[in-house]
């Protein structure tokens, strides 16, 4: 099962990205790889570890620079935005075949609804924002190492290895994006509540709980200091409303499990993730002011979607022990599943939207080095620049190293023999 949804998800996958992408830096990836990563390594004046622990943003992007940097390496140092994104489909749809078949076992009253309904999701291109732009896997990354974190909390036993696995998720998470800690703070709150009912011993509990607590630590100091101002206006206090209403059968499911005697720990791994996508959706909401839960197509649906099924799955566990939720739990996951199909074409418009942009931002940038002709970005649609900035954007390009690391295509280097 677990090899057929990633062949599944990979083909579709590579195939958008193939679609959308073109070879050229988009956005982030001008500070982030091109000035962070390219051009020091160029000049033999590149220090990695300050490389990988800067922030970008609020964001400490660790594997997502390796990534971009053991590329670039591989390539002799010439920017291929298309390479990148390829490789990133492949890590995704091994991450989300994986995730679907861990959380299989929360869904045993419909799994093969389920089974098709989250494979559908991972295909479809509601993150099309992410699928030609490499610099973005930081999302899926974040996710992947999250939702490691808290299943190894709710599952380690032996203290040694244990701790091993927890810190070593758990520190990934921290260096995937700023918010990296909650996945820390979570799989504290599952250790927690393992030794409450007896499933742990109180040294295993205490070693898990320290390693843990360090690791949230750690992620809070990496980011703190350069988080931005929170400001949260009466639209943003709607949508916070909203989500933690929409989260009632997560709590319920944490009623039922810390009142129980005898811990499950799929329910409790399942109630876990589901905690971790509703305060990873408040942070966003806190600190995204443009952001609309109803209009969520965009590089946050690798969180919003996890999260979504995750509180679905609550919903089924909790059925068993609260009556007065029997109906909802069954038709929500076949409206969950229709919703999706519904919303395919919505998300493909978008997609396809963004191709364009991004063909008609490589013939510009393709035309400006070539001729060097600067009304290439004065008469430029916004939605065709690159950079959102045009002076910036000529500084680069008129950089003899940017032109060079752009390769034999867009910039200057000779064509290899």
Not at 129 to 136: Q, R, S, V
Not at 229 to 256: E, F, K, N
Not at 374 to 388: D, M, Q, R, Y
């Amino acid at each position: 099962i677990g090899l057929a949804l990633f062949v599944a998800i990979a083909t579709v996958r590579v195939s958008l990205a193939m679609y959308v992408a073109t070879p050229l830096p988009f956005y982030d990836e001008w500070p982030g790889v091109i000035d962070r990563i390219a051009r020091p390594v160029l000049a033999h004046a590149l220090h990695p570890v300050a490389m990988l622990l800067a922030t970008h943003n609020e964001h400490v992007l660790a594997p997502t620079r390796l990534l971009e940097w053991g590329l670039l390496c591989a390539n002799d140092l010439q920017f291929d935005n298309t390479l990148v994104c390829v490789l990133n489909q492949l890590l995704r749809a091994a991450l989300a075949a994986t995730v679907i078949l861990l959380t299989l076992p929360a869904f045993v009253p419909r799994p093969r609804l389920f089974v098709m309904a989250a494979a559908a999701f991972a295909a479809i291109p509601y993150d099309w924002e992410n699928i030609g732009m490499g610099f973005a896997n930081s999302y899926f990354l974040l996710a992947g190492f999250s939702v490691s974190t808290i299943v190894a909390a709710a599952r380690v036993r032996f203290i040694v290895p244990g701790a091993i696995a927890l810190v070593a998720f758990a520190l990934l998470a921290d260096v995937s994006m700023g918010s990296g800690f909650i996945a820390a703070a979570i799989g504290l709150f599952v250790v927690a509540v393992r030794w409450q009912c007896g499933d742990l011993r109180t040294i295993a509990a205490f070693v898990f709980a320290a390693a843990l607590g360090a690791c949230a630590a750690i992620g809070m100091a990496l980011t703190w200091r350069a988080t931005g101002g929170i400001s949260i206006g009466a639209l943003q206090a709607l949508q916070i409303m909203l989500a933690v209403l929409a989260w009632i059968p997560t709590a319920v499911l944490g009623h039922h499990c810390l009142r129980s005697h005898a811990v499950d720990r799929c329910e409790l791994a399942l109630l876990g993730v589901s905690l971790w996508g509703l305060a990873e959706i408040l942070a966003i909401i806190a600190m995204r002011p443009e952001f609309r839960l109803w209009f969520p197509i965009s590089r946050y649906m690798e969180i919003l979607g996890i999260a979504a099924f995750a509180n679905i799955g609550c919903l089924m566990r909790a059925e068993h022990s609260t009556p007065a939720l029997r109906r909802l739990a069954r038709w929500t996951l076949p409206a969950f599943a229709c919703a999706i199909a519904l919303g395919t074409p919505f998300a493909g418009y978008w997609l396809d939207w963004r191709a364009n942009n991004l063909a008609a931002q490589a013939q510009r940038i393709g035309r400006y080095v070539r001729q060097g002709d600067a009304a290439t970005w004065t008469s430029a649609p916004f939605a065709e620049l690159p950079f959102p900035s045009p002076e910036y954007l000529r500084a680069e390009l008129d950089a003899d190293d940017v032109r060079y690391i752009l390769g034999d295509v867009y910039g200057t280097r000779p064509q290899p023999a």
